[in-house]
């Protein structure tokens, strides 16, 4: 069974930064593509940020390049997002996702298994 728990969230002032973490476990990790996404309420959840396998390829929704990054560590199944420079508009659930293939890409609808979701909330 594939469980992916997020860590990391809280609450931050403007201009902050913060880690989240996702650890992965029930299928195997190194080839799984990964993503990220954020859902704020009264929104639909959209696309943050997703890695390959191989963590040589990322891709990130244009709000948050230069100020996320997105890594991988295969040795630990954890997937992990830096967030700095952090907005009032960055307020969200954000969730882990993982594919059952290797290609990594935006659409939320290609992703197989999802975290639970950790809170982010940005004060101004």
């Known amino acids: 069974q594939v469980q992916l728990v997020e860590s990391g969230g809280g609450l931050v002032q403007a201009g902050g930064s913060l880690r989240l973490s996702c650890a992965a476990s029930g299928r195997d990790f190194r080839t799984s593509a990964m993503g990220w996404f954020r859902q704020a309420p009264g929104k639909e959840r959209e696309f943050v940020a997703t890695?390959?396998?191989?963590?040589?390829?990322?891709a990130y929704v244009d709000s948050v390049k230069g100020r996320f990054t997105i890594s991988r560590d295969n040795s630990k199944n954890t997937v992990g997002l830096q967030m700095n420079s952090l907005k009032p508009e960055d307020t969200a659930v954000y969730y882990c996702?993982?594919?059952?293939?290797?290609?990594?890409?935006?659409?939320?609808?290609?992703?197989?298994?999802w975290g639970q979701g950790t809170q982010v909330t940005v004060s101004s």
């Open positions: 996702a993982q594919k059952r293939s290797t290609v990594a890409n935006r659409d939320p609808m290609s992703y197989d298994y």
């Open positions: 890695i390959s396998t191989s963590g040589g390829y990322t």
